[in-house]
């Protein structure tokens, strides 16, 4: 599958707070190349989530576009992007979001089984294998460690082999030898099958291993920055 080339353009998100309306995001434009890392940083409360959120089609701008080569996403029914994303969208969360009464291997396959994969169950195995978990299949959430339970939430977001992966702090409630890790795993995979990689951070260490950076405050874009290649 083809990776496309995602962009905003004048990305407005607006929320009411009581007789106020709370600006989130204020007039972003990013574009991103198909197989680019993106990491999106900020303070607390500059729109970082937000901003990833609109990218991955799960929330819609007040204002402004979100487009897939070419094309708008932002203005898709909600069944056209629940089709988008099962096809070509991951999405990591900070706090897993495992479903607590099935095991590591039914958290993977049931997505897949959703959308009528055919073998969830076999591409399962060989996800949640791909990430060091083979001997953990039957094991439920609770009965795996922060790191674990991680790592079967990347494997259920690369389950579809989506094109673009979005991370939201994927190791922001980890210590730093496992969140070391989950990140190498994240860069791993998403070089081997060509994704899209845009995650939020607020870890620098996690951020310079981007291709580019983008910093926000109070909602607007602050500037963006490369990453300088050792001589």
Do not use: W
């Amino acid at each position: 599958m083809t990776v496309p080339r995602l962009e905003c353009r004048a990305l407005t998100k607006e929320l009411a707070s009581g007789a106020e309306t709370l600006r989130v995001l204020a007039g972003i434009d990013l574009a991103i190349a198909p197989g680019e890392f993106v990491a999106i940083l900020g303070p607390s409360g500059s729109g970082k989530t937000t901003l990833l959120g609109l990218l991955a089609g799960l929330d819609r701008p007040t204002s402004g576009e979100v487009r897939l080569d070419g094309a708008r996403i932002d203005a898709l029914s909600e069944d056209e992007l629940a089709r988008l994303r099962r096809g070509r969208v991951g999405f990591v969360f900070q706090s897993f979001q495992l479903l607590p009464n099935l095991t590591a291997l039914e958290n993977v396959a049931l997505p897949l089984e959703l959308v009528g994969i055919a073998d969830a169950d076999g591409r399962a195995r060989r996800l949640l294998g791909e990430v060091g978990l083979a001997e953990r299949l039957t094991h439920y959430p609770a009965q795996l460690s922060g790191g674990e339970q991680q790592r079967v939430a990347v494997a259920r977001a690369f389950a579809s082999e989506p094109t673009l992966l979005f991370a939201d702090e994927p190791t922001g409630n980890l210590d730093v030898e496992t969140g070391a890790r989950v990140l190498a795993l994240l860069e791993d995979l998403r070089a081997r099958r060509g994704a899209t990689l845009v995650l939020v951070t607020h870890d620098p260490d996690v951020a310079a291993r981007a291709d580019r950076r983008v910093h926000l405050r109070a909602g607007a874009l602050e500037r963006i920055e490369r990453r300088v290649e050792p001589a």
